[in-house]
T-cell receptor
Framework: GAVVSQHPSWVICKSGTSVKIECRSL??????MFWYRQFPKQSLMLMAT?????????EQGVEKDKFLINHASLTLSTLTVTSAHPEDSSFYIC????????????FGAGTRLSVL | KQEVTQIPAALSVPEGENLVLNCSFT??????LQWFRQDPGKGLTSLLL?????REQTSGRLNASLDKSSGRSTLYIAASQPGDSATYLC????????FGKGTRLHILP
């Protein structure tokens, strides 16, 4: 089946630094990738949709200058949390679609970000 | 705007019981609906996916149904086990995926 790899799985950083999270579709080409954020004991909230080769579409309330998304190839999307602060500490999950043509999204394992 | 609601928010049942988790959505124009399991501090495990043209899907002790016209889905778990304890998320896919807030399930040994 389709596999989405997300890296790193856990990152701890100091306040003010930037953190990059990678999402890769290992055995299919992902024309669309999605990034979600999950705060403790909350559900997953869609942050943005990225299409290969074009700018990401951000959901209302998500700062595009803070959460930089790059989808430069059909197998890789990156989310960069710029100048991270403690309130950015969260669980970030990506998903990728386009592998089977059945509108199925495959999810990565997630990245837990802790900003000190 | 699509909204996904899951009821109940939390559920505790003795081991061995059958149980039903509910999910409702406001816009029936969906591609598919998916049920996930999430253990504390972990990622998502896909349980069942139902395409909009389907009525139900089964996997082992799990059965998920979909009534698109009424905007409802149920996840039936038979003969529950302590290992089933987790949060169960319902996700509706219509161009983008909208998640419910989940049902925290606790199976009492």
């Amino acid at each position: 089946g389709a596999v989405v790899s997300q890296h790193p799985s856990w990152v701890i950083c100091k306040s003010g630094t930037s953190v990059k999270i990678e999402c890769r579709s290992l055995d299919f080409q992902a024309t669309t990738m999605f990034w979600y954020r999950q705060f403790p004991k909350q559900s997953l909230m869609l942050m943005a949709t990225s299409n290969e080769g074009s700018k990401a579409t951000y959901e209302q309330g998500v700062e595009k200058d803070k959460f930089l998304i790059n989808h430069a190839s059909l197998t890789l999307s990156t989310l960069t949390v710029t100048s991270a602060h403690p309130e950015d500490s969260s669980f970030y999950i990506c998903s990728a679609g386009g592998g089977t043509g059945q509108n199925i999204q495959y999810f990565g394992a997630g990245t837990r970000l802790s900003v000190l | 705007k699509q909204e996904v609601t899951q009821i109940p928010a939390a559920l505790s049942v003795p081991e061995g019981e059958n149980l039903v988790l509910n999910c409702s959505f406001t816009d029936s124009a969906i591609y598919n609906l998916q049920w996930f399991r999430q253990d504390p501090g972990k990622g998502l495990t896909s349980l069942l996916l139902i395409q909009s043209s389907q009525r139900e899907q089964t996997s082992g002790r799990l059965n998920a149904s979909l009534d698109k016209s009424s905007g409802r889905s149920t996840l039936y778990i038979a003969a529950s086990q302590p290992g089933d304890s987790a949060t169960y998320l319902c996700a509706v896919n219509a161009d983008k995926i909208i998640f419910g807030k989940g049902t925290r399930l606790h199976i009492l040994p």
